[in-house]
């Protein structure tokens, strides 16, 4: 098991990683790839996009806010 300081910087590093790459996106889309929906489910303009892995990298949370 890694060292419990060790998780919560790589842990930050991720998330800091993940604000980085969404500073610029305005569009946020969901696809599913499932057989029983297909295609775009969700689609939303102007918005800001924030990414945050929890519950040890195990979920990824999508949170939308609007554009200022």
Avoid: P
């Avoid at 610029?24 to 939303?44: A, C, L, Y």
Wanted: net charge neutral; glycine share 2%; proline share 0%.
């Amino acid at each position: 098991m890694i060292n419990k300081d060790l998780e919560d910087i790589i842990m930050k590093a991720n998330q800091e990683v993940l604000d980085i790459t969404t500073k610029s996106v305005t569009r946020f889309e969901v696809i599913d790839h499932t057989k029983k929906k297909g295609g775009r489910i969700v689609v939303e303009y102007n918005v800001n996009v924030e990414l945050s892995l929890q519950d040890e990298n195990r979920t990824l949370k999508v949170f939308l806010t609007d554009k200022k």
